[in-house]
């Protein structure tokens, strides 16, 4: 409200451009600050489909593999055959906070000395505990289980020995 110089009170009134220009702007303002508060997700690295995994079949070569899956992003000789490994991670950020890493997998295919496919496996962090996701269970002192601990070292609670 407005006083005009005879004292009576009179409301404020904004032309049809300018009012519509104030509240196409308010509703911007509003958009943007609303959508800053929502996060962010980011991937990195190799997100396979569960068809991509099934083309990875006992028996195949490692160019087989290279071709179907790109190539790995690790590989290790391990009791006389090889692994490639692919990793994947998972950031969120919200807004200008730094982001941070809310899941990581490595798929693993082993390989037997011959150089063809032995088996498949998908591990992550489940309950801090290292899980292959392609059998759903905790696998027992897997014979590279040192390596996929430091891929997945820094996901789930927090351990200040290390330890896992």
Sequence with gaps: MM???????????FSGVVGLATI???CAVIAVTVGAC???TMTHGHHFQESDLQQVQPGMSQDAVRLALGTPDTTS?????MAYYYISSTTQQMAFMKPTETDRKVLAVYF?????VERVAQYGKKDGKIFDYVKRETPSHSRDQGLIGQILRGIGPVNPLGNY
């Design 77 to 81: 000789s391990i009791s006389g055959g």
């Design 112 to 116: 037997n000395p011959v150089g063809t």
């Design 38 to 40: 929502a996060p962010t």
């Design 3 to 13: 006083t005009s110089k005879r004292g009576a009170r009179r409301p404020i009134r």
């Design 24 to 26: 196409i702007l308010l």
